[in-house]
């Protein structure tokens, strides 16, 4: 890994450290929770733009695959790569990480490193960030508004629909091919299976999350129906 990738890592674990403890101290009667949520909404909404604006060619933006990867897209990644380790360490501080979470992280930790490390398939690792993070805003969201008082509203419910959409067009339907071009192609193992068990992640979230829009949409005609 390149020196100035490793400093750009070390400054970004700084820098979302310090936004998050900025929002920490404006939101200050707000939780823990809440002010990581917003830091993770502006991690989400600026990975998907430096993925879009790295990606070499519109018509087919996952290549040229496994191929060396471009200093744009090198940043990127070290970009969230500095996100994920500092959202592991406040998920550790919180207490409250679940084991699939923890999976999540580790998977996306060592994958983003591997491809910083080879310096190779930085367009699949590009389409990743956006496929991953497009439906990121609306799962902060939906908690954000839980705790500004909007729990079980429509407002709520517009907002768990939305994310459920978005975590489905991108995680189960990009995810997929993304997971397939990626193997097929000649990418390092580590980077095979990275993207195996990111998709394997997904899928068993996209389970859970089939299940909470289930209740939430009997939850809410029910309560109609009164």
């Not at 398939?121 to 991953?132: F, K, L, P, R």
Request: proline share 3%; hydrophobic share 50%.
């Amino acid at each position: 890994m390149e020196d100035y990738i490793v400093n750009l890592v070390l400054w970004g674990v700084i820098s979302w450290t310090a936004t998050f403890l900025f929002i920490r101290k404006v939101f200050s009667k707000r939780s823990f929770q809440f002010s990581n949520r917003i830091v993770s909404t502006i991690h989400a909404i600026l990975a998907v733009t430096l993925a879009a604006l790295s990606v070499e060619d519109w018509s087919c933006p996952v290549c040229p695959l496994a191929s060396k990867s471009s200093p744009a897209q090198m940043k990127t990644l070290a970009v969230s790569l500095a996100y994920l380790i500092y959202d592991l360490v406040c998920c550790l501080f919180e207490e409250q990480i679940g084991l699939d979470n923890t999976i999540h992280h580790l998977v996306s930790i060592v994958g983003v490193v591997a491809g910083l490390s080879y310096q190779q398939c930085g367009s699949e690792m590009a389409a990743t960030a956006i496929i991953t993070e497009i439906s990121s805003p609306f799962l902060h969201l939906r908690e954000l508004l839980k705790e500004l008082g909007y729990r079980d509203t429509g407002l709520n419910l517009i907002a768990d629909i939305m994310f459920a959409i978005m975590f489905s067009i991108g995680r189960m339907i990009g995810g997929p091919y993304l997971c397939y071009v990626t193997l097929s192609a000649n990418n390092p193992l580590l980077i095979k299976a990275m993207a195996l068990g990111l998709q394997l992640v997904s899928a068993f979230w996209f389970y859970k999350i089939a299940r909470m829009v289930r209740y939430k949409l009997v939850k809410w005609t029910s309560k109609k129906a009164i």
